[in-house]
């Protein structure tokens, strides 16, 4: 049974940073690609970053590029989302999710999802 927990969510002013993390049991981590992906209340879930099992291979919402970076420690089973510059509209429920198979942006092709932890940038 894999189990996703995140952390690292919190409120911040516009312009700072948080790092979130999320990490897996259960599972060999390094054969899951991991996601990244928020929920703004109304909104459906989208995507904003993923990272291939090996980190060889990274992916990112547009709004995203230049201020997220996704990194894994295959070691420690954690995957890390690197948030700077954060504006207002970054505010949302984010959650991670892991899949067994190629890097995807999709929601409904990560079979295994963490609780999510909140993150709210004020102005």
């Known amino acids: 049974q894999v189990q996703l927990v995140e952390s690292g969510g919190g409120l911040v002013q516009a312009g700072g940073s948080l790092r979130l993390s999320c990490a897996l049991s259960?599972?060999?981590?390094?054969?899951?690609?991991m996601g990244w992906f928020r929920q703004a209340p109304g909104k459906e879930r989208e995507f904003v970053a993923a990272?291939?099992?090996?980190?060889?291979?990274?992916a990112y919402l547009d709004s995203g590029k230049g201020r997220f970076t996704v990194s894994r420690d295959n070691a420690k089973s954690t995957v890390y989302l690197q948030m700077n510059s954060l504006k207002r509209e970054d505010t949302a429920g984010y959650y991670c999710?892991?899949?067994?198979?190629?890097?995807?942006?999709?929601?409904?092709?990560?079979?295994?999802w963490g609780q999510g932890t909140q993150v709210t940038v004020s102005s």
């Open positions: 990272i291939s099992g090996s980190g060889g291979t990274t």
């Open positions: 259960g599972r060999t981590f390094n054969s899951y690609t």
């Open positions: 999710a892991a899949r067994d198979g190629p890097l995807q942006t999709i929601p409904l092709r990560y079979k295994y």
